[in-house]
């Protein structure tokens, strides 16, 4: 029976993935009230209770952070040295900022010569440390002291 159930999913899927066509960013739909929508016909308006459940933006969020690890790994040749704690931080710090954390010379330049010291007074001297205010703190401490705080 999950033979079937897969097949009339994946027929189903396929059906919609037609008629709705994909759209990668929020977009008013072609109904008059012009309710928001993503992906594939993916119904966000909060006027008729759209949204995401916790489910799902918990399946969003390690997508993203896999995400995140691959950029890291590839654009930062020193992250697969660093200790998991140090690499939390970065990938918080690029969840947040995306590619704007490698515009953090200063700091990268002291994240590769393993001076987790100056990393830290690095990212506190910055813009983005005064927008997102104690989450930079808490970063900071955790790539100076290589420590995971919950």
């Known amino acids: 029976m999950s033979n079937i159930a897969d097949n009339l999913e994946g027929k189903v899927r396929h059906m ?4 709705e066509g994909f759209v990668s960013h929020v977009y008013e739909d072609s109904t008059p009230e012009k309710y ?6 993916r119904l966000v308006d909060q006027r008729l209770g759209g949204g995401i ?10 997508n ?10 590839h654009q930062l040749p020193v992250y697969k040295d660093l200790s998991d704690n140090r690499k939390i931080v970065l990938i918080n710090m690029y969840f947040n900022l995306g590619n ?10 002291a994240l590769k010569a393993h001076d987790y010291d100056k990393v830290a007074v690095e990212m506190l001297d910055s813009k983005w440390a ?15 002291e290589d420590s995971f705080q919950v």
Do not use: P
Not at 36 to 41: E, K, N, P, Q, R
Not at 64 to 73: A, F, G, P, S
Not at 130 to 142: I, N, P
């Open 64 to 73: 993203d952070v896999r995400n995140c690890v691959k950029i890291l790994e």
């Open 100 to 109: 704007r954390l490698f515009k953090f010379v200063n700091m990268l330049t």
């Open 53 to 62: 459940s916790q489910d799902e933006a918990d399946f969003l969020l390690l």
């Open 36 to 41: 928001l929508t993503i992906g594939y016909g």
């Open 130 to 144: 005064k927008q997102v205010k104690g989450r930079s703190h808490e970063l900071a401490d955790m790539m100076r």
């Open 16 to 19: 919609l993935k037609k008629h």
